[in-house]
């Protein structure tokens, strides 16, 4: 049976000509996530991009999607049974690590209460400032994300930890690769505690009082994962109380933060509404359609797909 293949993904001229010469025998429809027919769905036996959720229950004779994103949770529950389900986990890692390290480097010169003196027309000194060089950076989540911003803070001379579930060897950008068993040891250690976790019922709440009680009390925690890792609420009275040195926080929970959130009024604490990721760099985008072309010959010759989602 030929493929028809249903392409979402946001192309730029010249991209769909490289799908159709890695499938020349399949048929190609482009359409774009908000228009997309129900006859389109149903004719698709490959997808690409970005489909709502409920779309994909009119995908009846879809055998592979891949979606444009590293985060699946969206479509728990749509697949069609015995569809392999792939992911752009990776593409913008260098994004986000980018963004997580930007945070970092504000909060450590108090760039959020500079800001806020700024629009007030005040001329204030904040006083001493940090640096990680020398520092431990523990990174909860070592996959594509946590490896691209351990590398970079290695780079500015911090010792960076590693944390996964399963320790099967070294991983770049980590001088330690540790398990997540050991959290609560490695907390008191880090200058730096850094999410880059998904959301699961094993990570929700990962973060709560009891594991924010044990950072130092001049440490800096980044969030670019889940928001649903982080206890939000206990976040706010710890550094309210003058627990910790400062925080960024790209992601929260739930989102979009509501405008009567204690986090808003927190000082020293940086918050951006979930724009470390998605397709802001033209290098995502391009990843993103690259690794979506690789899938795309591996399906065709039969073999095994990166990313797959289990």
Not at 127 to 150: H, Q, W
Not at 184 to 189: E, F, H, N, V
Request: hydrophobic content about 40%; glycine content about 10%.
């Amino acid at each position: 049976m030929s493929e028809t293949i249903l392409n979402l993904l946001p192309l730029h001229p010249g991209e769909a000509e490289e799908f159709e010469a890695i499938a020349p025998g399949a048929a190609h429809i482009y359409a774009r996530r908000s228009s997309v027919t129900r006859e389109q769905l149903a004719a698709a036996t490959v997808l690409l991009g970005w489909p709502k959720g409920e779309d994909l229950r009119q995908a009846v004779r879809l055998k592979w999607f891949q979606t444009m994103w590293a985060g699946t949770e969206e479509y728990d529950g749509f697949l069609p049974q015995g569809a392999l389900f792939t992911s752009s986990s990776g593409s913008n890692s260098r994004s986000v690590a980018e963004h997580m390290l930007t945070g970092l480097m504000a909060v450590c010169r108090h760039l959020p209460s500079y800001l806020d003196s700024q629009r007030s027309h005040v001329w204030k000194d904040e006083g001493p400032m940090k640096t990680i060089l020398g520092g431990t950076v523990l990174v909860a989540g070592a996959g594509n994300v946590g490896s691209a911003f351990g590398r970079l803070c290695q780079g500015l001379g911090a010792r960076t930890i590693g944390l996964k579930r399963t320790v099967s060897g070294p991983i770049e950008g980590f001088d330690e690769v540790r398990s997540m068993d050991e959290l609560d040891t490695l907390l008191p250690q880090a200058d730096v505690v850094a999410l880059a976790l998904p959301h699961s019922s094993q990570t929700a709440g990962l973060i709560n009082a009891e594991r924010i009680a044990r950072m130092k009390d001049d440490a800096i925690l980044i969030s670019a994962g889940r928001g649903s890792v982080l206890d939000q609420n206990a976040l706010a009275r710890a550094m309210t109380a003058g627990k910790l040195w400062g925080a960024a926080l790209d992601v929260t929970d739930p989102e979009p933060l509501p405008a009567n959130h204690s986090l808003w009024d927190v000082p020293n604490l940086l918050l951006t509404p979930h724009v470390a990721g998605g397709m802001r760099l033209e290098i995502t985008r391009r990843r993103c359609v690259e690794m979506a072309q690789e899938n795309l010959r591996r399906y065709l010759a039969g073999e095994k797909l990166h990313n797959l989602v289990l």
